[in-house]
């Protein structure tokens, strides 16, 4: 199959191309170091040309409410009306768990308005939600922190290995359209402060963790039910990485 990766020289889309290409995929990474920009949508129609699946895993250049909503529509809808235009035949879009269940959070927003330009596209699409990645950890305690402290909230979190994001991401660009969601989550549920903690004292980082409830998630209100999969029942399908926590720290000193 010819499959594009929008996004695909990023941490997610680089290894999935490469993993795409090991089966025997003629896997393309998209994005505008390879002269494809789907929100101005210079590129698409050639890059999307033969393409059978399309796999939409690109990042937001700004967190900011406004910008961030304007990439994700602009980008979105650009991408599926290049799709209709090639025939492409399975839309597959990386989200997050529990998107559409903090609307105070801009990003949240943006990604409910992605995920609902998929739905209403008339492609047959695979809604793909991860829970946050393990690489993302420090830079969620960076963000918290003031001189040597950061204050994190303990909310319950289940996150994954970036690693097997890209894998399940291969697994659903291979299959048929579910036509529905799938949660994607790491094998253990942890707690953000816990998770600072252990990732500082593997890095010999000194800085002192925190906890307040209070602190919430990128300005948010959040509960324990809130970053964690299986709080949903309209979604039955739930997977899992194998990476450990400890395992992925071994190699992130």
């Not at 204050?151 to 996150?159: E, H, N, W």
């Not at 500082?200 to 963790?209: F, G, I, K, N, P």
């Amino acid at each position: 199959m010819r499959i594009v990766v929008v996004g695909g020289t990023g941490l997610i889309g680089r290894p999935l191309v490469e993993s795409l290409r090991e089966q025997g995929h003629d896997a393309v990474a998209a994005s505008p170091s390879t002269g494809v920009d789907t929100v101005t949508g210079v590129g698409l129609a050639e890059v999307l040309r033969g393409a059978d699946v399309v796999v939409d895993t690109p990042n937001a250049p700004s967190f900011e409410d406004g910008p961030v909503l304007d990439f994700f529509e602009r980008s979105t809808g650009n991408l599926v009306a290049a799709e209709k235009d090639a025939g492409v035949r399975h839309h597959v879009v990386l989200s997050i768990v529990g998107a559409d269940r903090l609307p105070d959070i801009g990003y949240m927003r943006a990604k409910t308005a992605q995920e609902r330009i998929v739905r209403e596209s008339g492609i047959p699409f695979t809604i793909v939600r991860a829970t946050q990645f393990f690489e993302f950890i420090g830079a969620l305690t960076d963000g918290a922190t003031q001189g040597d402290t950061a204050v994190l909230s303990d909310v319950l979190m289940q996150p994954i290995a970036a690693a097997d994001v890209s894998a399940a991401l291969a697994e659903a660009a291979t299959a048929r359209p579910a036509d529905a969601v799938i949660e994607l989550a790491g094998p253990e549920p942890l707690r953000l402060d816990e998770l600072a903690r252990r990732l500082l004292t593997a890095r010999d980082d000194h800085r002192e963790v925190v906890t307040d409830p209070a602190a919430g998630y990128f300005g948010g209100t959040v509960d324990d039910r809130s970053l964690v999969p299986g709080n949903d029942p309209a979604i039955t399908d739930q997977r899992f990485g194998s990476t450990t926590y400890s395992r992925w720290l071994e190699g992130a000193r």
